[in-house]
Antibody, heavy 122, light 108 residues
Framework: QVQLVQSGAEVKKPGASVNISCKTS????????IQWVRQAPGQGLERMGL????????TYAQKFQGRVTMTRDMSTSTVYMELTGLTSEDTAVYYC???????????????WGQGTLVVVSS | DIQMTQSPSSLSASVGERVIITCRAS??????LAWYQQQPGKGPKLLIY???TLQSGVPSRFSGSGSGTDFTLTISGLQPEDVATYFC??????????FGGGTKVEIK
């Protein structure tokens, strides 16, 4: 079955960077865009950006421009999300999710990864 | 971005009771709406897409309806395993998709 498995929880100091992986399986890696979303404690879900695994092209939400980089490794069917300049406001659970319709930049998300908790604390 | 207003923020209902959750968009989004279920400590699970299409494998007691700005998710006969947080998502625009604030469903 289609699965997205994310890397484990991270604890970072303010100013540091975090790199989260999202390993996909069960489908053709290049067929579907991958979206990254985060959820801060007690807050709603927030879109961060998406990546086209086929060409590697990524588009980022304005809020994260300059701090986020999304990449992919076609040899392992894995996408990565790096966030730099961390502050306590970046403490959240980060999710990757496959956009359902193939080759579409918009659509429902299915499935989601299990989430990666990032805690930013001095 | 389009604002998605979801209500109620929480509810408590008896097993077997019908539960209705609503989601309102700040502008028309046609039927570009999905519903998800999130159980504690897990990633969200897709229930409904295109406002009313049931995802494969999801129990038929879940249904969705609506178009334009007003949408509903109905659970026809709440079950104990349905305890979770439910939220809506609009995907009208690729770069401005947004989510509702969530509805926490508990058993009375």
């Amino acid at each position: 079955q289609v699965q997205l498995v994310q890397s484990g929880a991270e604890v970072k100091k303010p100013g540091a960077s975090v790199n989260i992986s999202c390993k996909t399986s069960g489908y053709t890696f290049t067929s579907n865009y991958i979206q990254w979303v985060r959820q801060a404690p007690g807050q709603g879900l927030e879109r961060m950006g998406l990546i086209n695994p086929s060409g590697g092209y990524a588009t980022y939400a304005q809020k994260f421009q300059g701090r986020v980089t999304m990449t992919r490794d076609m040899s392992t069917s894995t996408v990565y999300m790096e966030l730099t300049g961390l502050t306590s406001e970046d403490t959240a659970v980060y999710y990757c999710a496959r956009i359902g319709p193939p080759a579409r930049t918009r659509g429902w998300f299915d499935p989601w990864g299990q989430g990666t908790l990032v805690v930013v604390s001095s | 971005d389009i604002q998605m207003t979801q209500s109620p923020s929480s509810l408590s209902a008896s097993v077997g009771e019908r539960v209705i959750i609503t989601c309102r968009a700040s502008q028309g989004i046609s039927n570009y709406l999905a519903w998800y279920q999130q159980q504690p400590g897990k990633g969200p699970k897709l229930l409904i897409y295109d406002a009313a299409t049931l995802q494969s494998g999801v129990p038929s007691r879940f249904s969705g309806s609506g178009s334009g700005t007003d949408f509903t998710l109905t659970i026809s006969g709440l079950q104990p395993e349905d305890v979770a947080t439910y939220f809506c998502q609009n995907y009208n625009t690729a770069l401005a998709l947004s989510f509702g604030g969530g509805t926490k469903v508990e058993i009375k």
